[in-house]
């Protein structure tokens, strides 16, 4: 770890990098990085969404908020489950990410599909929108990732960022999704 944040610390240096960012073992780089003198992580990049919360929410996101890190999250629509294109086994073959998306299927699951159509139709959005929306929401969040796969998708996702969910949807969605 120590000789990992020492070669950032030369491209750092040398003006090759400004920040760095991990994925996992963010409080060890952050330990080693105060003993060591060395540049610390500003950003993590964890699996966090409507579906995968409980990892970011139990451990990271307190260490994030206490030593003011960035988080950028990926898979934030979960492979395109709360998009709500895949609500059956049968539509798992619409995208390669059919086989990813499995593990979505299941009661939760559901109810996570049905607070977001909920919430969707008050706002007059997507579900997509909606799920991107309410990680937005999130204060510890600095920029959720979001695959689109054409221009039309990208342009629907971009829209996520001008929607300000009121407090009750914010807690339809975290309730469905505990």
């Known amino acids: 770890m120590e000789e990992t ?8 240096r040398q003006g090759k990098v400004r920040a760095i960012g991990a994925s996992q073992h963010m409080a060890e780089a952050l330990a080693v990085s105060e003993q060591s ?6 950003c993590l990049q964890p699996l966090y969404n409507l579906y995968d919360r409980a990892d970011y929410e139990k451990e990271l996101e307190p260490l994030c908020r206490k030593k003011g890190l960035g988080v950028i999250s990926y898979f934030s629509l979960g492979s395109g489950f709360l998009t709500g294109k895949y609500r059956s086994k049968d539509d798992l073959s619409k995208n390669a990410r059919g086989d990813i998306v ?15 159509d909920c919430v969707a139709q008050q706002y007059q959005m997507t579900p997509a929108k909606i799920a991107l929306a309410w990680l937005i929401s999130n204060p510890s969040i600095t920029a959720p990732i979001a695959s689109a796969t054409n221009l039309e998708q990208l342009n629907e996702l971009i829209q996520a960022a001008t929607i300000e969910l009121d ?3 914010i807690d339809q969605l975290n309730q469905a999704s505990d």
């Open 37 to 42: 003198g060395c540049p610390r992580y500003e």
């Open 5 to 12: 944040l020492q070669a950032y610390d030369q491209l750092i």
């Open 102 to 116: 499995k593990k979505y299927l299941n009661e939760r699951g559901f109810r996570i599909l049905d607070a977001l």
């Open 167 to 169: 407090p009750s949807a």
